[in-house]
């Protein structure tokens, strides 16, 4: 398409947009596009789309794709805030079927979080069940003591 798309406005299925298939990775670099335009016409669109009609005692913000995405949930929410990042090796990301893809993989997108953000919490996940329960205990410990 000449016009970067919008689920909504293009009668995509969302659905498949959030899985790892061929679907998604069809109209991935057009939905950058429209993200990017979104963001830069109003940086917190994103955010305030995605709590919209929430009220909540502790924010726990884990698929943010920009500093300025975990800047506004932190502006907005102060210490309700926690951010946590989800990591993989690329060896576990590859048993998953990714596959990178230049322009995608290396975009802002995908990596604007890899440097300079202090993350709360940083959680592993390669496949390992015990050790992402050992992970994940002490996290739900402290966001049950902020209820």
């Known amino acids: 398409p000449a016009q970067p798309l919008s689920p909504q406005d293009h009668?995509?299925?969302?659905?498949?947009l959030l899985d790892a298939s061929a679907y998604k990775e069809t109209y991935r670099q057009d939905m950058i596009r429209w993200g990017e335009e979104k963001r830069r016409a109003d940086p917190g669109f994103f955010c305030r789309t995605a709590v919209e009609g929430a009220a909540?005692?502790?924010?726990?913000?884990?698929?943010?794709?920009?500093?300025?995405?975990?800047?506004?949930?932190r502006d907005v929410y102060g210490d309700a805030v926690q951010t946590v990042r989800v990591v993989a090796s690329e060896?576990?990301?590859k048993r998953r079927n990714w596959v990178f893809v230049t322009g995608v993989d290396d975009?802002?997108?995908?990596?604007?979080?890899?440097?300079?953000?202090?993350?709360d919490w940083v959680i592993t996940n390669d496949g390992d069940e015990g050790s992402l329960d050992e992970?994940?205990?002490?996290?739900?410990?402290s966001l049950s003591g902020r209820l």
């Open 135 to 141: 992970q994940l205990e002490p996290l739900l410990r």
């Open 56 to 73: 909540q005692p502790v924010w726990v913000v884990s698929d943010t794709r920009r500093l300025s995405d975990v800047e506004w949930f």
């Open 11 to 16: 009668g995509l299925d969302f659905q498949r």
């Open 91 to 93: 060896e576990t990301r």
């Open 107 to 119: 975009a802002e997108s995908e990596c604007g979080l890899d440097q300079g953000v202090a993350f």
